[in-house]
């Protein structure tokens, strides 16, 4: 028996990914960019068991037994079995069975990523326990979940559609199949730059609500792209622009238009998500309470400090530099007290020694206690890691069964 277990991060889009021009192949209507975050504070973690004695493939998420027949679970490991055949690594593991138990340390389903972190994690892992150079299989990982191909590095990720010249109609028999092949491959991600090159960049995740989403991703893209038209002005228009805007911010370093593209981009995405037939709302009231205290923030400390950006989710992602979080803490803090009852730590993740005093916002009324569940204070971290030296991190025995299951 062979087993492997990886750790994948958890990536925020600041140029936002929405619609599919191959609901199969998971070919993105048009490029996205995302920062990678640390696994530090929010991971998924998988164990692949592979050995000649197992009858049949298993899959384990967060506990419990799930059909491994999923779709895109299935595709993902008979790509990454092909591939090794192609490629002649793995030798006879490329034929044994699997068993696969994977977990999040964060809300699953509920807008923060966690299938992105959960299928680059497998892919990745899976890829390694096959002796894979796993820099080549990010087009897989897509297939399982779009973004979860910009879970596969560090840093600042680049997402490309499909280049012009493949796309169009197919032709039938083998130079369909081949076609098919050469578009999956050719929409994968690339690093922009390195989590060391803006070493200063620093996130805050503000969850509202680990709930699941009412409208899946899957299904609000399928009815976005049908039914919106300023949808259709975002991807042949404004997002080529944005991206190439960005690329050029984040080699720069320019915070301020990082910045304001991020929050730009944020507010289209969830306007096409308005303007969708019937509309899906993924942001709530605490969610636009967020964008107001964000904007009163940057006014108030004199120039733009933090960036607010919101996937399909009411959960809030703060991007802004290292040297702004002391004073972002405590302000927001102040402004989105805690609930009385809560039992665990209010603000997780990185810790600061210094808590200036909040800044005053005139213009932006104290919330409630109790709107935000917890923050998050976490940074831009590398892609997925092997953690095989350390055999107590595996979350399957040595028979290859789970460590840990939920009834």
């Known amino acids: 028996m062979k087993i492997c277990t990886g750790i994948a991060p958890v990536n925020i889009a600041v140029i936002k990914y929405w619609g599919k021009k191959d609901e199969k192949l998971i070919l993105p209507m048009n490029d996205s960019i995302s920062g990678t975050l640390s696994t530090d504070e929010m991971h998924a973690k998988t164990s692949v068991a592979l050995s000649p004695d197992f009858t049949e493939d298993k899959l384990w998420l967060n506990g419990k037994e799930v059909s491994i027949h999923q779709p895109r679970v299935a595709v993902c490991l008979s790509e990454l079995r092909k591939l090794a055949q192609q490629k002649k690594s793995g030798g006879d593991m490329v034929h044994w069975k699997m068993h696969i138990c994977s977990e999040n340390n964060f809300p699953?389903?509920?807008?923060?990523?966690?299938?992105?972190?959960?299928?680059?994690?497998?892919?990745?892992?899976?890829?390694?326990?096959?002796?894979?150079?796993?820099?080549?299989?990010?087009?897989?990982?897509?297939?399982?979940?779009?973004?979860?191909?910009?879970?596969?590095?560090?840093?600042?990720?680049?997402?490309?559609?499909?280049?012009?010249?493949?796309?169009?109609?197919?032709?039938?028999?083998?130079?369909?199949?081949?076609?098919?092949?050469?578009?999956?491959?050719?929409?994968?991600?690339?690093?922009?730059?390195?989590?060391?090159?803006?070493?200063?960049?620093?996130?805050?995740?503000?969850?509202?609500?680990?709930?699941?989403?009412?409208t899946s991703s899957t299904d609000g893209m399928q009815r976005t792209t049908l039914t919106s038209t300023l949808y259709t002005h975002r991807v042949h228009t404004v997002v080529p622009e944005r991206c190439e805007r960005m690329e050029t911010a984040l080699n720069e370093k320019?915070?301020?238009?990082?910045?304001?593209?991020?929050?730009?981009?944020?507010?289209?995405?969830?306007?096409?998500?308005?303007?969708?037939?019937?509309?899906?709302?993924?942001?709530?009231?605490?969610?636009?309470?967020?964008?107001?205290?964000?904007?009163?923030?940057?006014?108030?400390?004199?120039?733009?400090?933090?960036?607010?950006?919101?996937?399909?989710?009411?959960?809030?992602?703060?991007?802004?530099?290292?040297?702004?979080?002391?004073?972002?803490?405590?302000?927001?803090?102040?402004?989105?007290?805690a609930s009385s009852e809560i039992s665990v730590p209010y603000v997780r993740g990185l810790k600061y020694s210094t808590t200036p005093s909040p800044l005053q916002l005139p213009s932006f009324t104290p919330q409630p206690a109790g709107l935000l569940q917890y923050l998050i204070s976490t940074r831009i971290g590398s892609g997925p890691k092997i953690l095989d030296d350390i055999p107590n991190n595996h979350l399957v025995n040595e028979q290859g069964a789970p460590n840990h299951l939920t009834s």
């Open 108 to 214: 699953t389903a509920a807008g923060l990523a966690s299938s992105a972190a959960g299928y680059s994690c497998l892919v990745f892992t899976i890829a390694h326990a096959l002796g894979l150079d796993s820099s080549q299989v990010s087009h897989i990982a897509r297939q399982g979940s779009g973004s979860a191909c910009r879970s596969m590095f560090g840093g600042f990720v680049r997402w490309r559609a499909l280049p012009s010249e493949l796309e169009g109609k197919q032709s039938d028999g083998e130079e369909s199949e081949d076609l098919r092949r050469k578009q999956s491959e050719a929409s994968n991600a690339e690093q922009i730059i390195s989590e060391a090159y803006w070493g200063s960049m620093r996130v805050i995740i503000l969850v509202v609500n680990d709930q699941a989403k009412s």
């Open 254 to 337: 320019d915070f301020a238009t990082f910045a304001q593209l991020t929050m730009q981009d944020s507010n289209q995405f969830h306007a096409c998500c308005l303007d969708t037939y019937p509309p899906i709302v993924y942001m709530n009231d605490t969610s636009h309470a967020v964008v107001r205290f964000v904007h009163e923030f940057n006014t108030v400390a004199g120039g733009t400090k933090v960036a607010y950006t919101f996937d399909a989710g009411p959960n809030a992602c703060l991007y802004l530099l290292e040297d702004s979080v002391p004073l972002l803490l405590s302000t927001l803090v102040q402004y989105f007290p």
